[in-house]
C-alpha cells in the first residue's frame, strides 16, 4: 500500500434536500450548506446523488409502454433544463464555494450535454482551488432511470489523485 502524506481525511457529509427541478435555487442552497460546514474545516465536502436539480423520485415522465402523456413531456423538458451543462455558471460557482472552504468537493448534478442534449445523473468534483477535478457520468442508469439519463461512455471513469489516495467519482 502508498503511503500517502495523509492520514486521515475530515469529511462533511452533507444530507438535505435540494430545491426541486431549479438549479440556481439549489446552487445557491449548496453554496449556503458549504458556507455552514466550512467553519468546522472539513477537507472533503460531499453531496448526495443528484443534488441538482434533485432526484425525481416516482416520476416517470408520462412515459408508458406504448405511449407517452404531454404533462410528462413538459415535466421533463423543465428537468432537462434546469440540468447542468458542465462547465458552466453553476460549476463556476460551485468552484469558487470549494475555494472559499478550502475543500475538495463532491456533489452530484443531473448533467445536460452541451452537444446532444442528452441527460446524464453525474457526480463533479472540484479541487481546494476550485478547480473542477473530475466530470463522472453513471456509467449504466438502472430499472426506469433509463427513461430520464443516458448510459455515460464505456470508458468514463475518471479518478482525482488526492493527498488521501485516488478517488472515483
Known amino acids: 500500500m502508498e503511503d500517502f502524506k495523509e ?12 430545491v426541486l427541478f431549479d438549479k440556481q435555487a439549489s446552487t445557491a442552497k449548496a453554496v449556503k450548506l458549504i458556507k ?13 446523488e443528484l443534488f441538482i436539480p434533485g432526484y425525481p423520485f416516482g416520476m416517470n415522465f408520462g412515459f408508458v ?7 410528462g413531456r413538459k415535466d421533463w423538458w423543465l428537468y432537462a433544463d434546469n440540468s ?12 469558487q464555494a470549494a475555494k472559499e472552504a478550502s475543500a475538495y468537493l463532491s456533489i452530484g ?11 446524464y445523473n453525474s457526480n463533479l468534483i472540484f479541487g481546494p482551488d476550485g478547480s ?38
Open 7 to 18: 492520514k486521515n481525511c475530515k469529511i462533511a457529509l452533507i444530507q438535505d434536500s435540494p
Open 36 to 48: 455552514q460546514v466550512a467553519t468546522e474545516k472539513p477537507e472533503l465536502i460531499v453531496f448526495p
Open 65 to 71: 409502454v406504448g405511449g407517452r402523456h404531454e404533462s
Open 84 to 95: 447542468l451543462v458542465v462547465p458552466g455558471p453553476e460549476t463556476k460557482v460551485l468552484g
Open 109 to 119: 448534478v443531473s448533467e445536460r450535454d452541451r452537444i446532444s442534449g442528452s441527460l
Open 132 to 169: 473542477l477535478l473530475s466530470v463522472h457520468r453513471k456509467l449504466k442508469p438502472t430499472g426506469s432511470e433509463r427513461l430520464v439519463w443516458a448510459d455515460a461512455n464505456k470508458d468514463y471513469f475518471p479518478v482525482v489523485d488526492s493527498p488521501w489516495g485516488k478517488w472515483a467519482a
